[in-house]
């Protein structure tokens, strides 16, 4: 892969506050009692044990980023390396994070984990940099612009807006009674379902970019594809 623009890389996930506050409040409650209460290092080994133990998993890097990999770090202290090249889908959700997908392997950037919104934002630079298909979606009609072109996922082809006939209503709400007001597009070369659209800058949709998420949203024996979190 080539290098990022205006990125710094490596990037790493910073200090687990909460474990990082923990740890010095059993640290500053195990000096005050050996200090003030005359109590002797054997009495107090437990509340230093905890104090380390809180400190250790504070420290950062949990996650770290270079051009070529993303690496997390479990509890136990094992690394688990992902290629850059290997990457298939991101997804940014509404919570600040982001699902890190590659092949069928989601890792989840967490708006909890410390520097989010960085590693957020590189890998949002790296997908469009990386994956021709980045902001690909099943559209609603009225998420849809004008003359924008879609794209169909099983024959390929390539068409915009207006030549759209047929079109696929989510069914009302059990509970409330009422209709949804959605429709998804159909194919109007082969009525299938699986019309994508650029719902992040309304861009059309290219070859490339409808060919290789045909790729990556593979069929299992039963002809269901597989679907990240985000696609539909």
Same mark, same amino acid.
């Given at each position: 892969?080539?290098? %990022?623009?205006? !990125?710094?890389?490596?990037?790493?996930?910073?200090?687990?506050?909460?474990?990082?506050?923990?740890?010095?409040?059993?640290?500053?409650?195990?000096?005050?009692?050996?200090?003030?209460? #005359?109590?002797?290092?054997?009495?107090?080994?437990?509340?230093?044990?905890?104090? %380390?133990?809180?400190?250790?998993?504070?420290?950062?890097?949990?996650?770290? %980023?270079?051009?070529?990999?993303?690496?997390?770090?479990?509890?136990?202290?094992?690394?688990?390396?992902?290629? %850059?090249? #290997?990457?298939?889908?991101?997804?940014?959700?509404?919570?600040?994070? =982001?699902? !890190?997908?590659?092949?069928? @392997?989601?890792?989840?950037?967490? =708006?909890?984990?410390?520097?989010?919104? *960085?590693?957020?934002?590189?890998?949002? &630079?790296? =997908?469009?940099? *990386?994956?021709?298909?980045?902001?690909?979606?099943?559209?609603?009609?009225?998420?849809?612009?004008?003359?924008?072109?879609?794209?169909?996922?099983?024959?390929?082809?390539?068409? /915009?807006?207006?030549?759209?006939?047929?079109?696929?209503? !989510?069914?009302?709400?059990?509970?409330?009674?009422? @209709?949804?007001?959605?429709?998804?597009? @159909?194919?109007?070369?082969?009525?299938? /379902?699986?019309?994508? =659209?650029?719902?992040?800058?309304?861009?059309?949709?290219?070859?490339?970019?409808?060919? *290789?998420?045909?790729?990556?949203?593979? &069929?299992?024996?039963?002809?269901?594809?597989?679907?990240?979190?985000?696609?539909?």
């Amino acid at each position: 892969m080539k290098k %990022l623009q205006n !990125v710094d890389l490596p990037l790493s996930s910073g200090f687990q506050k909460i474990y990082l506050g923990l740890g010095l409040v059993f640290g500053v409650l195990c000096i005050y009692v050996m200090v003030f209460k #005359d109590t002797s290092l054997k009495d107090v080994s437990f509340v230093i044990f905890t104090s %380390l133990g809180f400190l250790f998993f504070s420290r950062p890097g949990k996650i770290k %980023l270079t051009n070529t990999e993303l690496t997390l770090r479990s509890w136990t202290g094992t690394r688990t390396s992902y290629l %850059l090249e #290997d990457l298939t889908w991101v997804y940014p959700t509404d919570d600040g994070g =982001a699902y !890190v997908y590659f092949d069928d @392997k989601r890792i989840d950037l967490g =708006a909890d984990e410390p520097g989010h919104k *960085k590693l957020r934002a590189v890998f949002e &630079k790296i =997908a469009r940099d *990386k994956l021709p298909y980045f902001g690909y979606k099943t559209p609603d009609r009225n998420s849809l612009v004008r003359k924008q072109v879609l794209g169909c996922l099983e024959c390929h082809s390539l068409f /915009p807006k207006e030549e759209i006939r047929s079109w696929t209503e !989510v069914p009302k709400s059990f509970w409330q009674g009422i @209709k949804t007001d959605l429709f998804y597009p @159909k194919c109007l070369c082969c009525g299938e /379902p699986w019309v994508f =659209a650029n719902t992040l800058d309304g861009s059309p949709v290219t070859l490339e970019g409808i060919e *290789k998420l045909d790729e990556i949203l593979w &069929k299992d024996k039963d002809g269901d594809r597989y679907l990240p979190f985000g696609i539909i």
